[in-house]
């Protein structure tokens, strides 16, 4: 079956965040997310899962343990378990993104205090 943001599952995150699930089983997670502009998510890691980020439109900030990292349309950037990491939409437009998560995410989420 074909998939895409019409048909798949839809959850709302954060400060009215979007995201649809493409793929959402145990061993891989794929998501497309949408962050109004001015928004973000809280810092965190995962115990197990390693993620990638790609850009569809808008330019993400991404910081991974203290370094920013500035992903544009067409770009991306891998997280490795145990990396503390944290995304923003910090421009004046919606920001549009695939997260992979292998395995799995969900429950692999741990909050940092900083």
């Known amino acids: 079956m074909k998939i ?25 997670s794929i998501i497309h997310e949408r962050m109004p502009q001015n928004t973000l998510e809280v810092r965190h890691y995962h115990n197990h899962s390693q993620q990638f980020f790609f850009v569809l439109s808008g330019t993400a900030t ?27 939409n910090k421009s004046n437009q919606n920001l549009e993104f695939i997260v992979t998560s292998q395995p799995n995410s969900k429950g692999d989420r741990v909050l940092t205090s900083e």
Request: charged residues 20%.
């Open 62 to 88: 991404l910081e991974v343990d203290g370094t920013i990292i500035e992903l544009n349309s067409q770009e991306g950037f891998e997280v490795p378990p145990l990396v503390p990491h944290q995304m923003f």
């Open 4 to 28: 895409s943001k019409s048909n798949a599952e839809h959850y709302i995150w954060g400060d009215n965040c979007d995201g649809w699930y493409l793929v959402n089983n145990n061993d891989l």
